[in-house]
């Protein structure tokens, strides 16, 4: 494991996508903190208990788009509202298996959105995302 290990959340209501991933990130050998939340709603609580523990927040949010309670979208607009209470830069890809040219543009016109990716997300791909902290 590198000395400086990122915190990576998974907030994707598909139960599959988020072992397959959990796995996959663990296979890159690049990190060994993987928080996950079944929705939108689970993650934001988790941000704003822990906005004054920059430590305990995650470097990376792997954000689904379609998610029951609240979607990506709803998240975003969310985050943007508290983002200045958060002392620590996180990065945020939308994941999502929708090819739709709108959402990806969408996505891509946020700005608190590094990329879109879509799913399934290779370990190659993740090790590009994550090269940068190692």
């Avoid at 890159?28 to 704003?48: H, M, P, S, W, Y």
């Avoid at 309670?69 to 996180?90: A, C, H, N, R, V």
């Avoid at 016109?109 to 990716?117: E, L, S």
Wanted: no cysteine; aromatic share 8%.
């Amino acid at each position: 494991m590198p000395t400086n290990v990122p915190i990576i959340a998974l907030v994707d209501d598909d139960k599959i996508f988020q072992l397959t991933a959990s796995k996959t990130l663990k296979a890159t050998a690049l990190t060994d903190k993987i928080l996950q939340f079944e929705n939108g709603v689970q993650a934001l609580e988790f941000l704003r208990e822990n906005t004054a523990r920059p430590e305990a927040l995650p470097d990376y949010i792997f954000l689904d788009i379609n998610m029951p309670m609240i979607d990506g979208w709803m998240f975003l607009d969310d985050y943007e509202s508290m983002k200045g209470q958060i002392t620590k830069p996180i990065k945020i890809y939308m994941v999502s298996s929708s090819i739709d040219t709108r959402d990806i543009e969408r996505a891509r016109k946020n700005t608190n959105v590094k990329d879109y990716i879509v799913k399934p997300v290779t370990r190659d791909k993740f090790i590009e995302l994550l090269k940068n902290v190692a």
